[in-house]
Nanobody, 116 residues
């Protein structure tokens, strides 16, 4: 079983930056893939960024060039560096982890609000 805890959300102005963190209860190397999802009011949850155990990354077109996903094995953590934030980025951001040995796991979410 994997527990995920997000932190780092907050209120920022457009053009600002924010760094989200996701602490995991198991070593990062034991997780096949991790990612960040977000859900805005009235919209479905969407994938923002994903990283595999091999280090491959994928980003939603809307965040390419602005967001960077990374992991730190020593800290059992995943991060999402969010730069050049836009009001459209406002959402609850969720950490996700998947592996062949456990069911898909989700964090509790952290609110990101970008004002114009």
């Amino acid at each position: 079983q994997v527990q995920l805890v997000e932190s780092g959300g907050g209120l920022v102005q457009a053009g600002g930056s924010l760094r989200l963190s996701c602490a995991t209860s198991v070593p990062i190397f034991s997780i096949d893939a991790m990612g960040w999802y977000r859900q805005a009011p009235g919209k479905q949850r969407e994938s923002v960024a994903r990283i595999t155990s091999g280090g491959s990354t994928n980003y939603a077109d809307s965040v390419k060039g602005r967001f960077t996903i990374s992991t730190d094995n020593a800290k059992n953590s995943m991060y999402l560096q969010m730069n050049s934030l836009k009001p459209e980025d406002t959402a609850v951001y969720y950490c996700n982890a998947e592996a062949k040995w456990f069911r898909n796991s989700w964090g509790q979410g952290t609110q990101v609000t970008v004002s114009s």
